[in-house]
């Protein structure tokens, strides 16, 4: 049976079988975040209740473990409500332009040494380019809808998207300075030498800078001002019901984990290990990299957007375009100059 199988994969089209393969890996990555998502739904009710001295959900499944599905059926049967004077064509079609650049920037992340999906040259600038295109979703989302309170926090939302965009893509150019390439694995590779040679010490304010802003892309507390519920009840999404409604939340979710893979990817090593170069470590388990070493980071960053959400309160709107136009981008700029004076110097990650 073996042995026709195989005689049969190899009797296949070279393109066919490149084809057969990449499809195989998008399925598999597609089903993987769409239920790393689903958990760090149950992940985020739990944390927040723990910290807030709450026990969360538990009455699903063992420990609330089947809470996620629960809550996915739950959205499936409930009616979608399509507003009678909206443009019911973009009015549908505005939660999937939200949720699709989330799951398109997974091909050319290097989830571990040797598998990407895409290995383009120009992975950064395709990942900024579908950071950017989401904001297409809320818009539409809130001017489709033909409400005058959803309209008033797309703007919101895109205005705050703008403004972190811009902060975002001036850390990522210090990044690609450092590495020197666009490629997502050559930056990972770039940063080879246990966690001093990371960029996340040389590049400290552009690490801060990029994952602040991430939370913010997200529109994720303090940030949420879409979500001001004493002045635009839900934001962009006031409208829908449903699962139309569960879409834009599943895109939020899976930007969460985007941002944090992304954070780990340009300033944490992504898949290299934290061990590496230890003597006392050599060959083992934890010296060596892997996806294992991602997914620990990840998890981290993860924590760290729900730890956020349970401590700070809501910042006002003046004081969020302030943060992102007045200082963050400073910062990235100024930063950027000390970046290409270590470069003449020859210091940090141009040392070799």
């Not at 026990?55 to 599905?69: C, M, Y």
């Amino acid at each position: 049976m073996i042995d026709f199988a195989v005689g049969t994969w190899s009797a296949l089209p070279v393109w066919l079988q490149a084809t057969l393969v990449a499809v195989g890996q998008i399925l598999a990555v597609t089903i993987v975040v769409i239920l790393c998502v689903a958990y760090l739904t149950l992940a985020e009710r739990k944390v927040i209740g723990y910290m807030q001295v709450r026990i969360g959900p538990n009455r699903v499944g063992p420990k609330g473990l089947l809470q996620p599905f629960a809550d996915v059926i739950k959205l499936l049967v409930k009616e979608v409500v399509v507003p009678s004077r909206s443009n019911r064509f973009l009015f549908v079609v505005a939660p999937l332009l939200a949720l699709t650049p989330a799951f398109a920037a997974w091909a050319v992340i290097s989830l571990f040494p040797g598998f990407v999906i895409a290995d383009v040259d120009a992975g950064v600038l395709y990942v900024l380019a579908l950071a950017g295109f989401g904001a297409y979703g809320i818009i539409l989302a809130g001017w489709a809808a033909n409400s005058k309170y959803a309209f008033l926090g797309a703007m919101r939302s895109a205005a705050q998207i703008v403004a972190y965009e811009i902060a975002m893509g001036f850390a990522l150019v210090g990044v690609v300075m450092a590495a020197g390439t666009l490629n997502m694995g050559k930056i990972v590779e770039a940063q080879a030498g246990g966690p001093l040679s990371w960029y996340w010490l040389w590049l400290f304010p552009l690490f801060m800078v990029y994952f602040i802003s991430g939370v913010a892309e997200t529109n994720r507390a303090p940030f949420d001002v879409a979500e001001g519920e004493s002045e635009i009840v839900a934001g962009f999404h006031v409208e829908y019901s449903g699962i139309a409604f569960a879409l834009f939340f599943l895109s939020e979710y899976a930007n969460m984990i985007l941002v944090s893979t992304l954070t780990a990817t340009f300033f944490f090593g992504g898949w290299l290990s934290p061990f590496e170069g230890y003597p006392l470590v050599g060959d083992t388990f934890l010296a060596a990299p892997g996806l294992h070493w991602l997914v620990v980071k990840i998890a981290f960053f993860l924590f760290c957007f729900l730890w956020f959400r349970a401590t700070f309160p809501r910042y006002r709107y003046d004081q969020i375009m302030r943060l992102g136009w007045k200082v963050f981008i400073p910062v990235t700029l100024v930063w950027l100059c000390a970046e290409a004076a270590m470069w003449i110097y020859k210091i940090g990650p141009f040392a070799a």
